[in-house]
C-alpha cells in the first residue's frame, strides 16, 4: 500500500446539511459525540495502511485544518501525511474548485511528484469501516485502468446516486449519475452477478457508485488534462471514459451510509445506540476509528435515568432522564431535564462556576441545558445556550422551517439549534 496516494474530497458548501456547515466544512461535522466526518474515511486509511493522504477542501476549513493538525502527526521517519490542500487562485486557474474532478485537477501538478502507482478518490461524508487494500488488490488482480466501489441498492433512494451496469466480468459498461424516471428504470439490472440470492436481487436492483475509486496513476492524468471542461468524476469523467477504458465494480458488503443530508446525518448518530449490535460499531479493536485526543475527564452523573444512549466524556448530568439521545463532549445538563431521541454536539469549553453563577443571578442563560428543560426529536450544535424550562418539541409538527435569528431551523421535521444559538427561558419550538 505504499505505492497508493490517498485524495479525500471535502470541498463541497455542504448545503444538505446546512446549518450544521453554516461555520465548518462538512467532513468537520462532528459525529458519534466525539469524532468528525473526516476521521472514517483517514481511518480506513490509516487501518489499510495508506499513509499519504491529501484532504481537498474549499468552504469553511479553518476547524478542519485545525482537527486534522492536531491529530494527525507520524513520525518524522515515516513518509506518512495527512495534509489539507486549500482551494486557491493562480495566475493559471484563477477560479474556486468546480468540481470533484476540477478540484484533484488543480493539484495534480502537486500529486504527480509522488512514485505512486495508483490514486485513491475517497469521499469525505459518508459512514463506513472498509479495507481499502482488498480494493486496490482486486483493481490490480483485473489489470483495471478505473475501478468504483459498488454497493446494491433499491428503487426508493436508487435516484439519489450514480448507477451503473456491469457484464459478467465485472467490468462497467455504462453509467448514469442521479438518473430519474425513464432513465432510472434503464438503469435496472440483474445483482446475482455480484453474488446476491435471486431474492436480496429481487429488493436491490440497482448497482450504486459509492463515490470511491481507484485510477491508475497515468490514467487519471489523462483523463484530467485530455478533459479539461469536465470538472465531476460522476457525471462526466467515469461515463466518458467506460468506452475506451477497462473500469471495473469492486462489491462492497458491509455497512455503507452516505450521510450528507439532516435526516440522514441524525438517523445514522441515533443507529449507534442501538442493542445488542449497532449497524456501525465504534468498538472494533482491530480496525478502531481514529480522533482527536482530548485528555478530558470521566463523564459525571447524579441521580440520571439513562436508556439506550451514548454519553462521551468530559459531561455534567445532574437528575435528568435521557432516552435514546447521543450527548458529545461537555456536554451539561441541568436537572429535571428531559433527552429523547436527539443529538446533542456539546461544547468547546468549561464555563467557570464564577460565570454560570453571574448568568443565573443576571438572568442570562449558560452554556448547555437549563433545568426542566424537554428536548425531543432534535440536533443542538455545539455551544448552544438553552434556557430553562425550553421545550424543543416541534409542537406544531412543521417539516421545514428556517429560523436563523432565534437560532434554529427544521428539516425533515428535526429541529437544529444553530451552534453558539441562545435559546431564551421558557421558549417553545
Known sequence: MKRVLAIILGGGAGTRLYPLTKLRAKPAVPLAGKYRLIDIPVSNCINSE???????????????????????????????????????????????????????????????????????????????????????????????????????????????????????????????????????????????????????????????SMGIYVFKKDVLEKLLEANPDYTDFGKEIIPASAKDYNIQAYLFKGYWEDIGTIEAFYEANLALTQQPQPTFSFYDEKAPIYTRARYLPPSKMLDCTITESMISEGCILKECRIHHSVLGIRTRVEKDCVIEDSLLMGCDFYEPFAERQSNLENGKVSVGIGAGTTIRRAIVDKNARIGHKVQIVNKDRVEEAEREKEGFYIRNGIVVVLKNATIPDGTVI
Open 50 to 208: 495508506i499513509v499519504k493522504i491529501y484532504v481537498l477542501t474549499q468552504f469553511n476549513s479553518a476547524s478542519l485544518n485545525r482537527h486534522l493538525s492536531r491529530t494527525y502527526s507520524f513520525s518524522g521517519f515515516s513518509e506518512g501525511f495527512v495534509e489539507v490542500l486549500a482551494a486557491q487562485q493562480t495566475a493559471e486557474n484563477p477560479r474556486w474548485f468546480q468540481g470533484t474532478a476540477d478540484a484533484v485537477r488543480q493539484y495534480i501538478w502537486l500529486m504527480k511528484e509522488w512514485d505512486v502507482d495508483e490514486y485513491l478518490i475517497l469521499s469525505g461524508d459518508h459512514l463506513y469501516r472498509m479495507d481499502y487494500s482488498l480494493f486496490i488488490q482486486r483493481h490490480r488482480e483485473t489489470n483495471a485502468d478505473i475501478t468504483l466501489s459498488v454497493v446494491p441498492i433499491g428503487e426508493k433512494t436508487a435516484s439519489s446516486f450514480g448507477l451503473m451496469k456491469i457484464d459478467d466480468s465485472g467490468r462497467v459498461i455504462d453509467f448514469c449519475e442521479k438518473p430519474k424516471g425513464e432513465a432510472l428504470k434503464q438503469m435496472r439490472v440483474d445483482t446475482t452477478v455480484l453474488g446476491l440470492s435471486s431474492q436480496q436481487a429481487k429488493e436491490n436492483p440497482y448497482i450504486a
